[in-house]
C-alpha cells in the first residue's frame, strides 16, 4: 500500500456575535450577552464531539470566523481549538487563522492564542479614516486598531492580515490611496481590500450614500495592485494581496475546492462522497474501502460531491448541535457539470488562474472540450489569457470578472 | 320542427365596460342553463386572454331556452361579438346572424363612442334595438337622464326600457320578458333552398372545423351535401347541432331561423370564411347573402423564437392558431439578427398582440416581434412591381422608381371638446382632413384620410388618451398613394440589425430614428465595450447614440465557503444574458426589438 498522506481537509467555525452590527454588514452575527456565547461555544463543542472519531483526512487549516470571534472568552477559545485537536488530525505547518476586531483584544487573550496553536490573525481595519470608520458603524477608531496590531505582534504573531475597504460613501481615490498606505506601511504579511457592496437588508441599502463612480471604483482597484506591489506585496485573488510566501491558504483552499468542514451557526460545507457517508455515519471509517483502491487521492470523474450548510437558527443550533442530522441543510449533490463550473469560476478568482492539467485530472477531459469556446471569445476580445498550461484573467479582464465568469455556467 | 315564432336570435351591443358580458352571464343564468355553481364569470368570453382583458375576440353563441310569462318556451340564440376595430368585419357577420339586438347603456356614463357606433351598425343590418339601462345600483346611477339621452341622440324609445343591474341580477326577467316582446322571430323559408350564413368557426381536433350558422331559409341535417359558395368548397355533412354553455349539442336538424353549427370533416378553416354563404349542392340557392369579402391582412410583423431550437414550436403553434383563425398569414424568413421565424399578416396591432399572447400563453413560448408594417407597393425602374411586406427585401434605392403606401379612410367619432386635439393628432400623423359631420351638438364625426403605417403603431391609444377615451376610430382600406418613403436602418456596433429596420416616410425618419437610438440606449445593457447605435437612410448616418463600455464588476466579497450564493448571482446574470440576441459581438435584450414599437410613449 502507497503511504501517500491523507486527504487534506479545511474547518471553518463561525462565531456569529460582535459587539455592534456595522451597517454594511450582511453577515450571519450580531450583538449578544455573555451567557448566549458561553451557551453557544458549549454547543459548538458538542458539534465538534458528535462528528465521527478517525475521519481519513488531515486538517491542514482553520479559519475561525465571524462576527468577531475574538469577542469570545480566550478560554472558550482555547477549549475549542481542544476540541478539534481531539478529534481532528492536524498536519505539522496547519495554517491556524482567527478574525479580530481592535478593541476586543489583549495581551492575555493574544498570549492563549498562540498557546492553542492559532498562527495567523486577520484584523479588520477597514480604514485608516476615524470618519469613515463612523460612517461604516465601526466600533473602533484607527488609534485603537494600531495598539490592537502591537499587541498582536508583541504577542509573537508573525502572519497578520488587514482588512480594508475601498468604495467607502464619500470616498476619493486620494483617500483610499492614503488608507492603503497608511495599512502596509505597518507591514502585514496580507492586505484583504474589498470594495464595498450595498447588500438588501442592511442599514446602507436604506441611506443615501454617495457612493464613488465606477470610474473612479476602477481606478481605485487599479492604484490597489499598483500600491502594494510597491510595498512587497502580490495579489493572488481578487481581493487578496501577499508578502511572497503569506497567501492565506485557507481561502486558496476554498478558490481550489479543496475539501472543508463548516462548524457552527450557518457554516457551509464541502464534501466528497466518501466523506459525507462518513458524516452521516454510514460507515465508521472510509480506509477500509480505500485499502482495496490504488490509492488515487482525487475525486475520480464519477464521483459526487456534497455542499451543505448549518441552520441559521441560533435556538435551533443550541438545542440540537450534537445532531448534524437536524443542524444540517440545503445538501446538494454537485454534479460533474456543477463541479466544472465551480472548478473555473472559483479557480480564476486566483490571479494564477486555473491549470488545464489539473482539470483533466479531475474531471478526465480536456479544457478545451468543455470551455473552448468561452475562453477563445475572452481570450480575442483580451479578457482572458492563457500561458504556462493555466488561463487566467488579464489585468482588464480581472476589472470585469463577474460579467465573464457566469458565462462558465453550462447551458 | 321548432315554430320560428318561438325563436329570437340577437346580440348584446354595448360600449366598453358597461356591461355587455356580465348581461349575458346573467341571461345564461336565469334561464337556467347553468346552476349558479357552473357559472364561470363571463362564459362567452372563454379564451383566458378575453377574459382578462375584458374583451371579446372570437364569435360566441349560446342556446338557451327561456319559460316566458305567457307561458310559452322561447329559444334564444345569443350570440356574442368581437367589439374591436380590427375585427370589425367579424362583428358586420355576427350582426348579420341576428334580427335584434339589445344596446347596454351604463346608466352613469350614458351614451358613448363605441354605443353609437354599434348602435349604427345594428341599424346598417336591420336589426331592432332594444335598449337596457345597466348598472342602476351605481350611486351615480341618472337612468332618467340616460334614457332621455337616448331618445334624444339615436332616437330609439326608451321609456320603457328595463332598467337594470347585471351586476346583482335585479330586473333581468324584464329584459327577457323584452326579448321575447320586441325581438322579432326569424321569417325565413324552411321549405326554400338552403341559405345559411357562417359567422363564425372554430377549428376542433377530433371533429375538424365546426361552422357557425345562422339558417336563412331551407334546413340542414346529417347528409346534406353542402357548399360554400365563394370559396366554392362543397363536403357532405356529418353532424348538426346547437351551443349548449361551452358545449356543442348535436340534433337531427337545422331549420329556416335557427342558429346551430355543423361538421363536415373539413380540414382547413379557410374552406369555411366567415360572411360565406352555406348552400346546397343539389339545390342551391339563387344568391349568396350580400357582404362577403375576403379578409386580408393589413399589418405585418416578423415572429422569431426567442430560443431558436423552438422555430419547430412556433411554426406547430402558427399552425393551430390558423385553424382557428383564417385571418391569420404567415410565412418562413430569415432575419440575420433573429434567425429562422415567420413573417406574419393580421388584422391590425390588436389582433397582433392577441396573437402574440396567445404563442406566448397557450403555447408557451417566448417571441421576439419585429415592428409591424404595411403592404407596400414597390415600382421598380425596370417596370416591375413588389408588393414589400418586410423592409428588409427592399431593393437598392437605385432601383426603385417610386412607392406607394396604403392608405385609409378613418372615421372618427369625438366629442366637440376634443376636436382640436384629435384633428392635430391627424394631422401629425400626416391625415388629409376630408370633412367633419355633427352627429348632434356635443359629437362629431370626423373625416380623415391616413396612411395605414401611421395608424397601426399606437394611433389608436394616442386617440383614446387625447379624448380620454371618448373618441372612437373606424377605417377602412381605400387604395395606395405615392409616398416619399425611406427605410430606416439600425445599426449597432456598425453592424446592420435587420429586424430593426422599418420603412418610414422620408420627413418623419430623422425624428425616428433619432428616438429610436434613444430607446435602444436605454435597453441595451453596457457590455464589455463601447457600443455605437446608429441609425442611418441608405449608407447616411442620421442619429447616434453609444452605450458606455462596462468598466467595473467584480464581485469582491465572497464569503468563503458559501458558494451556492455566489452562484445564485451567477445564475441570476447567465439568465439576463439568455434572454439576449446576440448581433456581432453585442448582445442584444429582446425587450429592445419589442420597445422601439413604442417610441411614442412618454
New interface residues.
Given amino acids: 500500500m502507497k503511504n501517500k498522506g491523507k486527504k487534506p481537509l479545511e474547518l471553518?467555525l463561525h462565531i456569529p456575535f460582535c459587539v455592534k452590527k456595522c451597517d454594511y454588514c450582511d453577515?450571519l452575527s450580531g450583538p449578544s450577552g455573555t451567557e448566549t456565547r458561553k451557551a453557544y461555544t458549549e454547543a459548538l463543542i458538542r458539534e465538534i464531539q458528535a462528528l465521527p472519531e478517525h475521519l481519513d483526512r488531515e486538517v491542514v487549516s482553520v479559519?475561525t470566523?465571524g462576527g468577531t470571534p475574538s469577542l469570545l472568552d480566550a478560554s472558550d477559545m482555547e477549549r475549542i481549538m481542544a476540541a478539534l485537536r481531539d478529534r481532528f488530525e492536524f498536519s505539522e505547518n496547519a495554517e491556524i487563522t482567527i478574525e479580530a476586531n481592535p478593541g476586543t483584544l489583549s495581551s492575555d487573550k493574544l498570549e492563549i492564542y498562540r498557546a492553542a496553536g492559532i498562527n495567523r490573525l486577520s484584523l479588520g481595519l477597514q480604514s485608516a479614516d476615524n470618519r469613515e470608520l463612523q460612517l461604516l458603524g465601526r466600533i473602533h477608531t484607527y488609534e485603537e486598531f494600531l495598539e490592537s496590531y502591537e499587541l498582536a505582534r508583541a504577542a509573537g504573531f508573525d502572519n497578520i492580515n488587514i482588512d480594508l475597504m475601498s468604495a467607502i460613501p464619500e470616498q476619493t481615490c486620494e483617500k483610499w490611496i492614503h488608507n492603503l498606505k497608511t495599512a502596509a506601511e505597518l507591514k502585514p504579511e496580507h492586505i484583504s481590500a474589498?470594495?464595498l457592496?450595498v447588500e438588501d437588508g442592511t442599514p446602507f441599502a436604506r441611506r443615501e450614500l454617495k457612493l464613488p463612480g465606477?470610474?473612479e471604483?476602477?481606478q481605485m482597484?487599479e492604484d490597489t495592485a499598483d500600491i502594494l506591489k510597491r510595498y512587497g506585496f502580490e495579489q493572488y485573488e481578487?481581493?487578496n494581496y501577499a508578502k511572497n510566501g503569506y497567501e492565506c491558504r485557507?481561502?486558496i483552499g476554498?478558490w481550489k475546492r479543496t475539501e472543508?468542514l463548516?462548524l457552527g451557526l450557518g457554516?457551509?460545507?464541502?464534501v466528497d462522497e466518501e466523506l459525507w457517508k462518513c458524516l452521516c455515519g454510514e460507515e465508521t471509517s472510509g480506509s477500509s474501502e480505500r485499502e482495496g483502491m490504488d490509492g488515487t487521492e482525487y475525486c475520480s470523474p464519477e464521483q459526487r460531491e456534497y455542499?451543505f450548510?448549518n441552520t441559521r437558527n441560533l435556538q435551533e443550533y443550541l438545542e440540537s448541535s450534537r445532531n448534524p442530522r437536524i443542524i444540517r441543510r440545503?445538501v446538494?449533490a454537485l454534479s460533474e457539470r456543477e463541479q466544472q463550473?465551480?472548478f473555473m469560476?472559483?479557480g480564476l478568482?486566483m490571479t494564477k488562474g486555473i491549470s488545464v492539467q489539473e482539470f483533466r485530472g479531475r474531471f478526465g477531459k480536456e479544457i478545451e472540450e468543455i470551455y473552448g469556446k468561452v475562453l477563445k471569445k475572452y481570450e480575442a476580445?483580451g479578457?482572458l489569457e492563457e500561458s504556462g498550461g493555466f488561463w487566467r484573467f488579464t489585468r482588464k479582464g480581472?476589472?470585469?470578472?463577474?460579467?465573464?465568469?457566469?458565462?462558465f455556467?453550462q447551458d | 320542427m321548432t315554430d320560428q315564432s318561438k325563436i329570437r336570435n340577437f346580440c348584446i351591443i354595448a360600449h366598453i365596460d358597461h356591461g355587455k358580458s356580465t348581461l349575458a352571464d346573467r341571461i345564461i343564468e336565469k334561464t337556467g342553463l347553468l346552476t349558479q355553481r357552473e357559472m364561470q364569470a363571463q362564459i362567452l368570453d372563454n379564451m383566458d386572454l378575453e377574459r382578462e382583458r375584458g374583451i371579446t375576440i372570437k364569435s360566441q353563441a349560446v342556446r338557451i331556452v327561456y319559460k316566458a310569462k305567457d307561458g310559452e318556451e322561447y329559444i334564444f340564440n345569443l350570440i356574442d361579438t368581437p367589439g374591436h376595430v380590427d375585427f370589425n368585419y367579424e362583428v358586420s357577420r355576427s350582426l348579420a346572424a341576428c334580427d335584434g339586438a339589445i344596446l347596454v347603456v351604463d346608466a352613469a356614463q350614458g351614451i358613448e363612442a363605441q354605443t353609437l357606433a354599434n348602435v349604427y351598425l345594428a341599424l346598417e343590418h336591420n336589426l331592432d334595438v332594444l335598449p337596457v339601462i345597466n348598472k342602476i345600483d351605481l350611486p351615480s346611477a341618472e337612468p332618467d337622464r340616460v334614457i332621455s339621452e337616448i331618445e334624444d341622440v339615436i332616437g330609439l324609445e326608451a321609456e320603457d326600457a328595463p332598467r337594470i343591474s347585471a351586476k346583482t341580477g335585479l330586473n333581468i326577467e324584464d329584459v327577457l320578458e323584452q326579448i321575447v316582446e320586441k325581438i322579432p322571430a326569424p321569417e325565413g323559408n324552411p321549405d326554400a333552398p338552403l341559405k345559411a350564413l357562417i359567422f363564425d368557426s372554430i377549428y376542433d381536433s377530433y371533429k375538424g372545423v365546426i361552422v357557425f350558422c345562422r339558417l336563412m331559409d331551407g334546413c340542414i341535417r346529417k347528409g346534406t351535401e353542402v357548399k360554400m359558395m365563394a370559396t366554392g368548397f362543397s363536403t357532405e355533412v356529418v353532424e348538426v347541432g346547437y351551443f349548449g354553455a361551452g358545449r356543442f349539442i348535436p340534433c337531427d336538424e337545422l331549420s329556416a331561423g335557427m342558429v346551430g353549427y355543423f361538421t363536415a370533416s373539413i380540414k382547413n378553416v379557410s374552406d369555411t370564411r366567415v360572411g360565406d354563404t352555406v348552400t346546397e349542392v343539389t339545390r342551391p340557392c339563387a344568391e349568396a347573402l350580400p357582404g362577403y369579402k375576403k379578409v386580408q391582412p393589413m399589418v405585418y410583423c416578423g415572429l422569431y423564437p426567442a430560443d431558436g431550437a423552438k422555430y419547430g414550436d412556433l411554426r406547430d403553434a402558427l399552425e393551430k392558431l390558423q385553424l382557428n383563425d383564417a385571418s391569420l398569414f404567415y410565412e418562413p424568413e430569415t432575419s440575420v439578427a433573429l434567425g429562422f421565424g415567420f413573417r406574419c399578416g393580421f388584422l391590425g396591432l390588436l389582433h397582433l398582440e392577441i396573437i402574440q399572447e396567445r404563442l406566448e400563453r397557450e403555447y408557451n413560448l417566448d417571441l421576439v416581434t419585429t415592428a409591424p408594417g404595411v403592404i407596400y407597393k414597390v415600382y421598380k425602374t425596370n417596370g416591375e412591381v413588389i408588393e414589400l411586406t418586410n423592409p428588409s427585401n427592399l431593393p437598392d434605392p437605385s432601383e426603385i422608381e417610386y412607392m406607394e403606401e396604403p392608405m385609409v379612410n378613418a372615421e372618427i367619432m369625438v366629442t366637440t371638446e376634443f376636436i382640436g386635439a384629435i384633428m392635430d393628432l391627424c394631422q401629425e400623423r400626416r391625415g388629409q382632413y376630408i370633412g367633419m359631420d355633427y352627429m348632434e351638438e356635443t359629437r362629431a364625426l370626423l373625416k380623415y384620410k391616413l396612411p395605414l403605417n401611421e395608424i397601426i403603431y399606437d394611433f389608436f391609444d394616442a386617440l383614446k388618451s387625447r379624448s380620454r377615451g371618448y373618441a372612437s376610430l373606424d377605417y377602412d382600406l381605400c387604395g395606395y398613394e405615392r409616398s416619399e418613403l425611406v427605410k430606416l436602418d439600425i445599426l449597432v456596433n456598425k453592424e446592420e440589425v435587420d429586424a430593426l429596420s422599418f420603412i418610414v416616410h422620408a420627413e418623419t425618419a430623422y425624428e425616428r430614428g433619432r428616438k429610436m437610438c434613444e430607446k435602444l440606449k436605454e435597453e441595451i445593457p453596457r457590455q464589455?465595450?463601447e457600443i455605437p447605435i446608429q441609425a442611418a437612410i441608405g449608407s447616411k448616418i442620421i442619429a447616434r447614440e453609444t452605450v458606455k463600455a462596462?468598466?467595473?464588476?467584480?464581485?469582491?466579497?465572497?464569503?468563503?465557503?458559501?458558494?451556492?450564493r455566489?452562484?445564485k448571482?451567477?445564475?441570476k446574470?447567465?439568465e439576463g444574458?439568455k434572454r439576449m440576441r446576440q448581433v456581432g459581438?453585442v448582445e442584444i435584450p429582446q425587450k429592445a426589438f419589442m420597445s422601439v414599437l413604442k417610441l411614442d410613449e412618454k
Avoid: P, T, W
Avoid at chain 1, 470578472?401 to 458565462?407: E, K
Avoid at chain 2, 462596462?550 to 451556492?564: H, N
Fill in positions: 471553518y453577515f479559519f470566523g474589498y470594495s457592496i465606477e470610474d471604483e476602477y482597484y481578487i481581493s485557507h481561502n476554498y472543508y463548516g457554516s457551509a460545507s464541502l455542499r450548510c440545503d446538494a463550473e465551480e469560476f472559483l478568482r476580445m479578457f480581472i476589472h470585469v470578472s463577474n460579467h465573464i465568469l457566469s458565462d455556467l | 464589455l465595450f462596462m468598466r467595473k464588476d467584480v464581485l469582491a466579497k465572497c464569503y468563503g465557503g458559501d458558494i451556492s455566489k452562484k448571482l451567477l445564475e446574470q447567465k444574458k459581438n
